[in-house]
């Protein structure tokens, strides 16, 4: 086990006079001994504190949720169309022909896998349509898919489930903690269909997320100050009060 040891110096300094420079404090000879007296203890106090180094570590893992979608043939869809690359590649003929046969589905709803299978069946029977490739199925889905969370997840040629790249997030997972064990407290309850990247791996332990380390002083050496007494913040807003009346009885006088 690796020991950490974090010392909290930030009372150890002595104030600059401005004629020595824009920096405003240094650290004496005697505070610089009892830095390093505290480091050489290496005891917990109110200003050292010892940890494991795992106390820092986390992995950073990558969460996936499926796409779900829908097909709607939509006016906006064909107009999005126009701005795709695959589309404009079309000849006005092909282009024109995809539009009529589009445009009688208008407003219906389709299941995702409905697009594919309907253009590749049009296309045998109206030379017209042209080659049906995948880019033009992604153009097609570009433009008239619609995000449905009700809708089934979207599944590849090998029944892989397909991620929404728009609901990609990414998890600090802290070290010695179980990754299923921190996707079950900390996301599934409100993403349940999300689910861990297993080829996000780190390149050093070839485990399932980057590992990192993060340090935060402010965590390990907050010290709480309690809030200031109403009264004490009401006499100071009174008091303030007065003043910005006074001011303006001057202005106006």
Not at 123 to 142: D, E, H, Q, R, S
Not at 162 to 181: A, H, K, M, R, W
Not at 242 to 249: K, R
Request: with cysteine.
């Amino acid at each position: 086990m690796s020991i950490a040891q974090l010392i909290d110096a930030t009372s150890l300094y002595t104030p600059m006079r401005k004629s020595e420079g824009n920096k405003k404090r240094a650290i004496s000879g005697e505070q610089t001994r009892q830095i390093v007296d505290t480091y050489s203890a290496f005891e917990p106090t109110d200003t050292s504190k010892i940890f494991d180094y795992e106390e820092f570590g986390y992995r950073r893992v990558k969460v996936l949720r499926p796409l779900r979608m829908k097909i709607v043939i939509t006016e906006d869809g064909f107009d999005s169309l126009d701005t795709d690359k695959t589309w404009n590649k079309l000849s006005d003929a092909q282009k024109e022909a995809w539009t009529s046969t589009l445009i009688a589905h208008a407003g219906q709803e389709h299941e995702y896998d409905w697009l594919e299978s309907f253009a590749k069946s049009v296309a045998k029977k109206n030379a017209t349509l042209g080659k049906v490739g995948k880019p033009l199925i992604k153009a097609f889905v570009g433009a008239f898919g619609v995000r449905d969370p009700d809708a089934e997840p979207v599944r590849d040629g090998k029944g892989n489930i397909v991620p929404d790249d728009c609901l990609t997030d990414f998890e600090n997972v802290p070290l010695g903690t179980s990754i299923e064990d921190y996707m079950d407290s900390e996301v599934l309850p409100w993403a349940g269909d999300a689910y861990v990247d297993q080829s996000y791996c780190d390149d050093q332990d070839e485990g399932v997320g980057v590992v990192g380390y993060e340090i935060n002083f402010n965590r390990y050496f907050y010290r709480y100050q309690p809030p200031r007494d109403l009264g004490e913040i009401d006499d100071d807003l009174k008091a303030v009060e007065a003043d910005i009346s006074a001011v303006l009885t001057e202005v106006t006088e």
